[in-house]
């Protein structure tokens, strides 16, 4: 078994409002491993983005913080790290891909520009041989006659050029490790099937591990190699993609697997939406987050909080379900 190259240990992380302490990330556990794709999935506000933002030091303070757990990263704590030591790996060994380029662009600097800067920053080379490094990059991820798009602006390309430009970018220093945080939202479905096609090429291509944020189970069923689904800030089931999608065994994993349409079942049966809101961060009660819109709800999932548990499988491809009713489906 390949060691991972990502370990978070009961992360928690929260943030100070004017209507209480929201904890986002609610001692949250998961591995990564070189070559791997690990898909995070749920609903908005379930997590998913603050766990990304908190394995990169992005936290908002001092309204946000982070305020017990562990990420370990090639060995080596994340969190014990000065501003200057973690500067020098973010965006370097380890990239981030947002959700809109467009907005995480700057749109006064040229294409060229942006994916050179980091190129030279962190591996201390010419301006020259930066720009040239980027017109590969621009290359790899398939961008039409990339020397003559450095001198492109943002604004210049279309979407999906956006995005690649934005993998070029993260693909700059040859990270260990690439965060997409639903990385193609704003995209067609053709386009988005190019991303993806691209990003999952590459990542095995170059043994980068790859966690890719998601509320979308059909792009999960089809890149990721293991899944971990988010509900209320915390992780309540967790497995790879084979058998999360065979064996489903958390209700809020269910609950999302029948609101999607399928293909290979009777098309005339109607989608069964999960009843009720996500939960208030500021109000979660001492049991299960889910247990207010949970149709198999019992009076202890009241009162004590699930813990994840090993339901099946071993080593990274371990089966865990935070979830009373241990029973499968």
């Not at 370990?7 to 949250?28: E, P, S, W, Y």
């Not at 936290?59 to 500067?87: H, N, T, Y």
Request: aromatic content about 4%.
């Amino acid at each position: 078994m390949t060691q991972p190259i990502l370990q978070v240990r009961d992360l928690t992380t929260r943030f100070r409002t004017d209507r209480g302490v929201v904890t986002a990330v609610d001692q949250v556990s998961f591995d990564v491993a070189p070559g791997e794709t690990l898909a995070i999935v749920g609903e908005s506000g379930s997590g998913k983005s603050v766990t990304a933002l908190s394995i990169l030091g992005l936290i908002p303070r001092p309204a946000g913080s982070i305020d017990a757990g562990e990420i370990l990263f090639d060995g080596q704590d994340l969190l014990k790290l000065d501003a200057d030591a973690m500067r020098a790996i973010r965006g370097n060994r380890i990239a981030m891909i947002f959700q809109e380029p467009m907005s995480s662009m700057n749109p006064a600097l040229t294409i060229g520009k942006q994916i050179a800067e980091p190129i030279q920053l962190h591996q201390k080379l010419p301006w020259k041989t930066a720009l040239g490094m980027a017109a590969e990059l621009l290359g790899q991820v398939q961008i039409p006659e990339p020397a003559s798009r450095l001198n492109a602006y943002p604004h210049q390309f279309s979407g999906g050029m956006r995005q690649r430009a934005m993998i070029a970018m993260a693909l700059a220093c040859k990270p260990q490790l690439i965060i997409a945080d639903e990385p193609t939202t704003a995209l067609d479905v053709t386009v988005q099937a190019q991303i993806l096609d691209l990003l999952k090429d590459l990542a095995q291509r170059l043994g980068t591990a790859l966690i890719l944020i998601t509320h979308d189970l059909g792009v999960v069923a089809r890149y990721a190699d293991r899944v971990a689904v988010m509900y209320g800030g915390r992780l309540v089931e967790m497995a790879s993609a084979d058998d999360l999608y065979r064996q489903p065994r958390h209700p809020y994993t269910r609950g999302l697997m029948a609101c999607v349409p399928r293909l290979d079942g009777d098309t005339s049966q109607a989608l069964v939406p999960i009843e009720g809101q996500p939960p208030d961060l500021t109000a979660l009660g001492p049991g299960c987050a889910f247990q207010p819109r949970c149709a198999l709800a019992q009076a202890q999932c009241r009162v004590t909080r699930p813990m994840l548990r090993t339901t099946g499988g071993r080593g990274l491809s371990v089966h865990l379900n935070a979830c009373h009713l241990q029973e499968t489906p």
